[in-house]
């Protein structure tokens, strides 16, 4: 998933728009495919703010895959350690809430394409 402040920006990135006690408030404009990953210490909270974001989690029997599609304004958080993959094919604006130094890509996750920013925000 290209996470950036411009949908035709070829580097994408998020940005830490503000801090909360120990927490990041952060903001992005996504669009493709991100990288299978789970963040074992904390939950991560999704806001759609415009367009749709998808959401694959592998959190069932056996490793079972399922989706949520996420239109404008839905919430969703994906709990600590579930396996997940956000995407959104015709791009999304999102806010995040996550722990200061929490990377976008979490502590496991499959090979980094190189059109994903793996980082743990960048300042506005």
């Not at 402040?5 to 940005?15: K, L, V």
């Amino acid at each position: 998933m290209l996470i950036t402040t411009n949908h035709h920006d070829p580097q994408a990135r998020s940005f830490r728009a503000e801090k909360l006690t120990d927490y990041d408030v952060r903001i992005a404009k996504v669009a493709g495919e991100h990288v299978w990953h789970a963040h074992d210490h904390t939950d991560e909270f999704f806001l759609v703010l415009d367009g749709e974001l998808r959401i694959a989690l592998r959190d069932g029997a056996g490793g079972a895959e399922r989706e949520v599609v996420l239109p404008r304004g839905a919430v969703f958080v994906v709990p600590r350690g579930v396996e997940h993959r956000p995407s959104a094919p015709d791009g999304a604006s999102i806010l995040m809430f996550e722990p200061s130094g929490t990377s976008s890509v979490g502590e496991r996750h499959d090979e980094v394409p190189g059109h994903v920013d793996a980082t743990v925000g960048h300042r506005l």
